[in-house]
């Protein structure tokens, strides 16, 4: 009885399994392995290597990943917050909103 159940869950289970390992493995026996000079030579964005690779990154890219990082987080915080906004208190409210003024805070300063 107790199999019988969940029968249907245990089939699917097994055919997503044979389905995933079938359409991940496929690629590798059908692709032809063919390598080059051109095909194994590092490339940065499409281009040759201009430099060694330890080299400083504009700063530019460290502030577009603290932009992101900020809204990320504001976002992740703030779904939950509005969902049960109806059930919250003056002290939540106002905690969250401190929250936002220092994330927005951050963003200003960046």
Do not use: H, Q, R
Request: aromatic share 22%; with cysteine; proline share 3%.
């Amino acid at each position: 009885m107790f199999l019988s159940n969940y029968s249907s869950v245990l089939f699917f289970l097994t055919f997503s399994v044979v389905l995933s390992v079938v359409i991940f493995s496929l690629p590798y026996v059908i692709a032809l392995k063919i390598n080059d000079k051109e095909k194994l030579s590092s490339y940065e964005c499409g281009f040759n290597p201009f430099k060694d690779s330890i080299s400083e990154f504009d700063i530019k890219f460290y502030l577009v990943a603290i932009l992101f990082l900020i809204f990320d987080l504001e976002i992740s915080f703030l779904f939950p917050f509005i969902l049960c906004l109806d059930m919250l208190n003056f002290f939540s409210v106002s905690t969250m909103f401190l929250f936002l003024l220092i994330l927005t805070m951050g963003f200003f300063y960046e």
